[in-house]
């Protein structure tokens, strides 16, 4: 399975942004994807996941600001961040795995490489 990450960028505060990260190769494995960030010096932080059936969790310094969705047909997930902090400022990564619920525990079967998101004040 390869992940391919897309959408950061520079944004002022408040503003938004939407990642996309496609999957490719053998997608059948996958049941759960999901959101990591880091920053430097910093350990990288689970941000969001979303089960094959839809099922959403969120770190709770980005409820109600983050949308995590898949599109199945498409084989695409998406994070749309709104009302963005500067906090927020990370490299967004990507991941997928084959076991449900595995996203928010760490247990990752595949990565994509990072997207910057850079919020400016």
């Known amino acids: 399975v390869q992940l391919q990450a897309s959408g950061g960028g520079l944004v002022q505060a408040g503003g938004s942004l939407r990642l996309s990260c496609a999957a490719s190769?053998?997608?059948?494995?996958?049941?759960?994807m999901g959101w990591y960030r880091q920053t430097p010096g910093k350990q990288r932080e689970w941000v969001a996941s979303?089960?094959?059936?839809?099922?959403?969790n969120y770190i709770d310094s980005v409820k109600g600001r983050f949308t995590i969705s898949r599109d199945n047909t498409k084989n695409t997930m998406y994070l749309q961040m709104n009302s963005l902090k500067p906090e927020d400022t990370a490299v967004y990564y990507c991941?997928?795995?084959?076991?449900?619920?595995?996203?928010?525990?760490?247990?990752?079967?595949?990565w994509g490489q990072g997207t910057l998101v850079t919020v400016s004040s």
């Open positions: 991941a997928a795995a084959s076991s449900i619920g595995a996203i928010r525990l760490g247990r990752n079967d595949y």
């Open positions: 979303v089960t094959r059936g839809g099922t959403t």
């Open positions: 190769g053998r997608i059948f494995r996958i049941n759960d």
